[in-house]
């Protein structure tokens, strides 16, 4: 049971040193599971470091169940923390592991047996009890490091990317084992990581970091289709939307040599005023077709571009195009999909499935069509038209 | 390929021949030139001198093992083996524990002057002996530590002490800094987290150090010469000398008492020939 | 606790000073636990090192006669310049702190690529080769005076027994060999130590590196002069400077072996400041403290240039 709030936290080395989180300002609601997402050097682990008490908020307020954290210590904060290196203590055995931050809070030996048993059952850590780490597998390495934060039952879990060094098979697996056990214990947990899918896949919600500022905290489908500016739209996706600077007609078009779209979803009071500037249109790479009947839409936008890589992935194709105006764009394309390179070929596109930026701020303009539904409805609303 | 070559087939494989008969002579050469006096010594101990006189370089029979006895009993290498390894052992055991706790403050924590201070300490490696034999002779007879094993130890903790701070501070680095974090996370305070997690994890450097500061000790002349006169409390290096001096001639003792202050160091050569090198040579090999 | 405040206040001079102490970046300790850690260190390096060789320099002020002190100002050196003895030790020291570890190094490198080049029993030569660097200097030097005995020494045997009896000699009492003498034993004990620290260096070396010498057709010659001696560079430089700095500071051996003579030809610093303070009975410890902080103020420049001309990339080892 723990609700944890961060107000206005700021990190920043010495007086006149850089800022690395910047009003951070965000409430994770009990048992809910919260990724941190953002590039390294976003700020994201310096954040969670300070939820775990682990480097000292230089302003702003933390605080747990409505209890001031800031200067609590980390062992009294009742929080465990699985980190990236796992940390596992090379010179204890798996069970020492799992039971060292028990003794230490003076569990009584035998309830320290019993949660260390629980513990290395429920993870499937029972033959390796009497190992020392280096015996392991990196996925039974990643387990223990688990099984230690879990074996605390503490009010709060952390986790510094605890996937990333393990294969890409384990990496699956193991992220499925996280959610279950997110679901059997229901603790809050915040997870930390560099990778879109494990966001998207994991997080009930998720809190896109950029430059040590908050860029969008919401759902995973919702800041999906709803990212509130470039960053966010490019970094969630893969491949990652493509963007294009453009001047916005009269009329609520674009047309250029190379793009020719229809603007459907905003009110043409909302773009009057940026008649005449610069824009970035957004479009997905999913939402790119090479026929315009493909897209199920009667006026449906135009990129027109010559090919200069396809990707055959096996399950899809990607296709690679340069725009007369030297931008370069990716479009996700069925298996069968035949070009040439060299090839010059028009991709189509649903008017409703673009995106607009504000060339200046990178701020998404707020689009009519769901600007009701910025919560849950932008993504059910939108899902008939996902392919 | 290069055999069924038509030119160089002969002269190649014969040239081969020639340096590998060349390299296996030069290498048992220089095995004999480094282990032959050492074989020579170890004979010469088991015979007595007047058996050496006749001649040096005969093999000893009978094997005469109660030089030792005497060497140990007589000639008062025993007194002089239990002031070594009183000394020696005290030495280690405190220039580790100090050294250690050094390296962890100075490897672990950030702190001002954290690099100065490790470069001062560090430095002091290369200062010649005499700039501090001198000095350190009157301050230990103007604290009465003079001709004491006692003041002795310690002169032998300060001379070690730069070397294990800079051994254990380069390992103690390297322990990853998420281990503290959890320890820390654990509730673990910093000198629980010290003797917890860093002395268990830098057991094996630490053995190297221990090992490395053995032998240079055990070894050490100048400053036990300088700093101890009484013949109770003389050390294997400076009785041995002691010895030599006394008994010029008595080469069958002094062989025996030499075999007795080296017996200890080649017995741990013995177990533990990897652990000895690489400490021995920690410093220079990166 | 207040000292953490301090330091704590220094990073965030904003609203709130923290409770400190007790949140707080795990890489920054209190100044209570980082003085448990460091004081006795301290207390260790001050007492017995920053304070005697402080002391050293201080005193080579005075003339120093028992509890009897008394200012001579720069007196001592200026006699220093003018003791021949002195000069004599310094050329002894130099000669033998330049040129052998030339000798050291070059007997390692090439033991050690003996062992490379994949000789059997090369673990057991590896052990063996290094024995002598884990005895004392007084056993090297009593087994070396042996091996050098006029009479009986292994070096004058083999000499008759070669036929040539004529260059048998005593040589540790000729004035013409017994640096060099010396300089062989000294070399005799640190080559193991080389051989070792080069074998390691070569086995580190990136081995596609050796593949492709010899698909560019090295022969072995070629390889060792132009792949592996150039890429041991660093290494063989630093295990010159540690060589350097064991000769500039060696005693025991020459102690033992010569006590500096015949007619001071093995004379060295070191050896020349012990006669002067605890040997003769000249019983002036002033003077060998002038004598000890000139070499003091010698082996750290020497050290330090060297390193700049070596441009060792990494700090300098002991």
């Known amino acids: 049971m723990a609700v944890v709030q961060l107000s206005k936290i700021c990190k920043r080395y010495g007086s006149g040193g850089p800022v690395v989180v910047d009003n951070v300002d ?70 020492e592991n799992l039971a060292f931050g028990l003794k230490r809070r003076r569990t009584p030996p035998a309830e320290v047996k019993r949660r260390v048993g629980e513990t290395a059952a429920m993870l499937g850590l029972v033959p390796c009890l009497d190992r020392k780490p280096q015996a392991l597998s990196g996925g039974q390495r990643q387990r223990v490091a688990l099984g230690r934060a879990m074996v605390r039952e503490p009010m709060v879990f952390l986790f510094d990317e605890p996937l990333s060094n393990l294969d890409a098979a384990l990496r699956v697996n193991t992220r499925n084992e996280l959610i279950k056990q997110h679901h059997r214990l229901a603790s809050t947990m915040i997870y930390v990581t560099h990778d879109q899918v494990e966001a998207m896949t994991m997080g009930t919600r998720i809190c896109v970091m950029n430059g040590g500022r908050v860029a969008q905290v919401g759902r995973p489908l919702d800041v999906y289709w709803n990212p509130a500016d470039t960053f966010v739209a490019r970094f969630l996706g893969s491949p990652p939307m493509n963007l294009f600077t453009v001047p916005l007609a009269a009329g609520d078009r674009i047309r250029t040599p190379a793009i020719d779209t229809a603007l459907t979803r905003w009110a043409p009071a909302a773009l009057a005023p940026l008649t005449g500037q610069e824009v970035v249109l957004g479009v997905r790479a999913e939402d790119l077709h090479l026929a315009a009947a493909s897209t199920g839409s009667a006026e449906a936008g135009r990129i027109r571009g010559r090919v200069f890589a396809v990707e055959p992935l096996g399950a899809e194709t990607l296709l690679a195009v340069e725009t007369e105006g030297g931008a370069e764009c990716t479009a996700r394309l069925p298996r069968d999909t035949r070009a040439e390179v060299g090839a010059v070929v028009d991709l189509f596109f649903r008017p409703d499935a673009a995106f607009l930026f504000d060339a200046r701020t990178t701020a998404a303009i707020p689009a009519q069509v769901r600007s009701a539904g910025t919560g849950p409805a932008g993504a059910p609303g939108r899902a008939g038209a996902i392919p | 390929m290069s055999v069924d070559a038509t030119l160089p087939p002969a002269a190649g494989r014969g040239g081969f021949l020639a340096s590998r008969t060349a390299l296996a002579v030069v290498i048992a050469a220089y095995t004999a030139y480094t282990l032959g006096p050492f074989l020579w010594l170890a004979t010469m101990s088991v015979r007595t001198t007047g058996e050496i006189s006749a001649d040096h370089y005969a093999w000893p029979r009978p094997f005469h093992w109660e030089q030792f006895r005497i060497a140990w009993v007589d000639s008062d290498f025993a007194t002089y083996f239990w002031n070594s390894t009183v000394v020696v052992v005290a030495a280690v055991a405190v220039v580790t524990l100090v050294g250690a706790a050094a390296a962890h403050a100075l490897a672990r924590y950030r702190f001002r002057g954290n690099r100065i201070l490790y470069g001062i300490l560090f430095s002091s490696i290369i200062f010649p002996p005499q700039i501090t034999l001198i000095s350190l002779y009157q301050i230990l007879v103007d604290y009465g530590l003079y001709n004491s094993l006692l003041g002795l130890t310690l002169v032998y903790v300060s001379l070690q002490l730069p070397l294990t701070v800079y051994l254990l501070e380069g390992f103690f680095a390297r322990i990853p800094q998420d281990l503290f974090d959890a320890a820390k996370m654990d509730g673990y305070g910093d000198i629980e987290i010290f003797r917890r997690i860093v002395l268990p994890i830098g057991m094996p450097a630490i053995a190297t150090t221990l090992i490395l500061n053995f032998i240079q000790l055990w070894n050490e002349f100048l400053f036990a010469v300088v700093l101890i006169t009484d013949p109770d409390k003389r050390t294997l290096p400076i009785g041995i000398r002691a010895f030599m001096g006394d008994h010029f001639q008595d080469i069958g003792m002094i062989a025996a008492g030499v075999m007795i202050s080296v017996v200890p160091v080649i017995v741990a050569y013995v177990f533990f020939s990897e652990k000895l090198i690489r400490g021995m040579t920690a410093g220079a090999v990166k | 606790m207040a000292g953490t405040s301090a330091l704590a206040a220094k990073t965030e001079p904003a609203e709130r000073v923290p409770a400190s102490g007790r949140v707080s970046d795990p890489r920054r300790a209190s100044w209570p636990v980082l003085l448990v ?105 009593i087994l070396w005076m042996w091996i050098y005995n006029y009479d009986w020494g292994v070096v004058n045997e083999g000499l008759r027994a070669a036929g040539l009896g004529t260059l048998a000699r005593s040589w540790l009492g000729d004035p013409n060999t017994a640096l060099a003498a010396l300089i062989v034993t000294h070399a005799w004990k640190w080559a193991g130590f080389n051989m070792v620290v080069c074998l390691a260096a070569i086995h580190a070396l990136p081995s596609e590196v050796l593949e492709a010498a010899e698909l560019d057709n090295c022969g072995w010659a070629a390889k060792l002069r132009h792949v592996i001696v150039p890429m041991l560079r660093p290494t063989l430089l630093n295990l010159y400077v540690l060589a350097f700095i064991g000769k500039m500071k060696v005693f025991d051996l020459v102690w033992i072996m010569t006590g500096g003579g015949p007619l001071w030809a093995t004379e060295t610093v070191s050896t020349y400041v012990y006669k002067r303070a605890f040997n003769w009975n000249t019983f002036d410890l002033g003077y060998p403290s002038a004598i000890a902080t000139v070499w003091f103020g010698v082996v750290c420049a020497a050290v330090i240039v060297l390193n700049r001309i070596f441009k060792t990339r990494d700090r300098l080892e002991y």
């Open chain 1, 26 to 95: 965000v409430t994770i609601g009990d048992g809910e599971f919260m990724v941190l997402l953002g590039p390294s050097g976003c700020g994201k682990s310096t954040t969670l470091r300070m939820i775990a008490g682990l480097e000292t908020i230089s302003s702003g307020t933390l605080s747990i169940n409505g209890r001031t954290m800031n200067d609590v210590p980390a062992k009294d904060r009742d929080i465990a923390m699985v980190f990236q290196s796992y940390a596992l203590y090379p010179h204890m055995t798996v069970g």
């Open chain 3, 37 to 141: 850690f460091l004081a006795p260190a301290l207390v260790v390096y001050l007492g017995l090192t920053a304070y005697p060789a402080v002391r050293t320099i201080y005193d080579s002020l005075f003339t120093i006669e028992g509890a009897e002190r008394s200012y001579v100002g720069l007196a001592n050196y200026r006699d220093l310049l003018g003791d021949e003895t002195f000069w004599i030790a310094v050329r002894n020291t130099f000669v033998w702190a330049f040129v052998a570890p030339i000798l050291d190094v070059a007997t390692g490198l090439l033991l050690a690529l003996a062992l490379y080049a994949g000789v059997p029993f090369a673990r057991f030569l590896r052990v063996a080769w290094f024995t002598p660097v884990l005895l004392s200097y007084v056993v090297v030097a």
